[in-house]
């Protein structure tokens, strides 16, 4: 077993965050591990994922393989059981050697052999778990876990085995800061224009981008100018062309942009919904129907019955449908005003200290 004490005058204690994938896993890791200067943090991801670009800069990233669990029984999932004891020894090796004295996680497949190995040399595990709906490892290892923050209360309901803290879920430091005068300098949008943002979530929409680029002559008829956030899948990126159109792969200062919007159009994502209540941004959401357990429409349902957000099924979503909604919206300022204070009182504006306080507690312990 580590020992995991340590005491003022000795070295600072040493955590292993496990964070990988897309930026709902990366960036509430990151913000959290950025309210913790005192310790030191060391990474754990995956191979040729986002994490490769955005850690190596602020910790030192160690790689595993590890892959997801099949619906369905079979050779498949045997090869990926191997794997993940694999996996689970390659962890422990890493958390025993490097003396480490916690482990953070915020879910995902990496979560699964990070939580075994911590909890089977005694480390103390703070697994954050930002969806409505938790993931199956969450729902399945978090008994394992010393705590589970979570970003909605409703997630609760479906962990009765384990301690869990309402703590939101945090975001990335730009939203935390206040907007230099020049924001938005870089995109010529005027500043008494409706603006309407579309969101995808870090791996885009390619199914929203095409409902959007339908129903846009209409918007722009209106007023209105949209920033639009791609991704950079979409094979129709090209098929737009206007004045009051600005489409883009992604955008860097998306705390300017969206405080700057009048309404988003956005999937669901954990993060991305945070990010909307920080900046108070009234939204359609549209979940993303293959999300796993559709968890999407559980988060989006959450801002629904708050009064945030209105929620469409992309099956359901026709081009007349979401033309109509939108110029609704955007010709009701009382609607769109009540919109951004239920999005307001959404958001927790501390969340990542709340999370760096959990991880404190569990290590001083």
Same mark, same amino acid.
């Given at each position: 077993m580590v020992d995991t004490t340590h005491s003022p005058q000795s070295s600072p204690p040493k955590l292993l965050v496990a964070a990988s994938g897309t930026g709902g896993h990366l960036f509430p890791a990151i913000a959290t591990a950025e309210q913790l200067p005192d310790y030191q943090i060391e990474w754990l991801g995956v191979p040729n994922r986002l994490e490769t670009e955005l850690v190596p800069d602020r910790y030192p990233l160690h790689t595993i393989s590890v892959e997801g669990f099949q619906q369905r029984f079979g050779l498949g999932t045997l090869k990926i059981f191997s794997r993940l004891i694999v996996a689970i020894w390659q962890v422990r090796q890493r958390l025993s050697h490097g003396q480490f004295q916690a482990l953070l996680t915020t879910g995902g497949y990496i979560a699964a052999p990070a939580i075994l190995a911590a909890r089977s040399l005694g480390l103390p595990v703070i697994l954050h778990e930002s969806n409505a709906l938790p993931g199956k490892v969450t729902r399945w290892?978090?008994?394992?876990?010393?705590?589970?923050?979570?970003?909605?209360?409703?997630?609760?309901?479906?962990?009765?085995?384990?301690?869990?803290?309402?703590?939101?879920?945090?975001?990335?430091?730009?939203?935390?800061?206040?907007?230099? /005068?020049?924001? &938005?300098?870089?995109? =010529?949008?005027?500043? !008494?224009?409706?603006?309407i943002v579309v969101v995808g979530g870090s791996q885009g929409a390619v199914a929203v981008n095409r409902l959007v680029r339908q129903c846009a002559s209409a918007w722009f008829e209106a007023g209105a100018w949209i920033v639009h956030l791609t991704g950079d899948n979409d094979p129709d990126v090209k098929s737009l062309s206007h004045s009051h159109y600005i489409p883009l792969p992604f955008y860097t200062d998306m705390a300017a942009l969206l405080r700057r919007a009048n309404l988003a159009i956005s999937r669901a994502g954990a993060g991305t919904l945070t990010e909307l209540a920080v900046t108070?941004? /009234?939204?359609? &959401?549209?979940?993303? =129907?293959?999300?796993? !357990?559709?968890?999407?429409?559980?988060?989006?349902?959450?801002?629904?019955?708050?009064?945030?957000?209105?929620?469409?099924?992309?099956?359901?979503?026709?081009?007349?449908?979401?033309?109509?909604?939108?110029?609704?919206?955007?010709?009701?300022?009382?609607?769109?005003?009540?919109?951004?204070?239920?999005?307001?009182?959404l958001a927790i504006a501390d969340s990542a200290e709340r999370l760096a306080s959990l991880v404190r507690q569990r290590v001083t312990n």
């Amino acid at each position: 077993m580590v020992d995991t004490t340590h005491s003022p005058q000795s070295s600072p204690p040493k955590l292993l965050v496990a964070a990988s994938g897309t930026g709902g896993h990366l960036f509430p890791a990151i913000a959290t591990a950025e309210q913790l200067p005192d310790y030191q943090i060391e990474w754990l991801g995956v191979p040729n994922r986002l994490e490769t670009e955005l850690v190596p800069d602020r910790y030192p990233l160690h790689t595993i393989s590890v892959e997801g669990f099949q619906q369905r029984f079979g050779l498949g999932t045997l090869k990926i059981f191997s794997r993940l004891i694999v996996a689970i020894w390659q962890v422990r090796q890493r958390l025993s050697h490097g003396q480490f004295q916690a482990l953070l996680t915020t879910g995902g497949y990496i979560a699964a052999p990070a939580i075994l190995a911590a909890r089977s040399l005694g480390l103390p595990v703070i697994l954050h778990e930002s969806n409505a709906l938790p993931g199956k490892v969450t729902r399945w290892l978090s008994p394992w876990c010393s705590v589970v923050a979570i970003g909605f209360e409703a997630a609760a309901q479906y962990l009765p085995r384990a301690k869990t803290v309402y703590v939101g879920t945090p975001v990335r430091s730009q939203f935390r800061t206040e907007l230099p /005068p020049e924001a &938005l300098s870089d995109l =010529p949008i005027p500043p !008494d224009v409706p603006l309407i943002v579309v969101v995808g979530g870090s791996q885009g929409a390619v199914a929203v981008n095409r409902l959007v680029r339908q129903c846009a002559s209409a918007w722009f008829e209106a007023g209105a100018w949209i920033v639009h956030l791609t991704g950079d899948n979409d094979p129709d990126v090209k098929s737009l062309s206007h004045s009051h159109y600005i489409p883009l792969p992604f955008y860097t200062d998306m705390a300017a942009l969206l405080r700057r919007a009048n309404l988003a159009i956005s999937r669901a994502g954990a993060g991305t919904l945070t990010e909307l209540a920080v900046t108070q941004t /009234p939204a359609i &959401l549209i979940p993303y =129907p293959y999300a796993a !357990d559709d968890h999407q429409t559980h988060n989006a349902k959450s801002f629904a019955e708050a009064g945030a957000a209105q929620v469409f099924q992309q099956v359901d979503l026709t081009p007349d449908r979401l033309q109509s909604k939108v110029l609704y919206l955007l010709q009701s300022p009382d609607s769109l005003q009540q919109m951004a204070e239920a999005m307001g009182k959404l958001a927790i504006a501390d969340s990542a200290e709340r999370l760096a306080s959990l991880v404190r507690q569990r290590v001083t312990n």
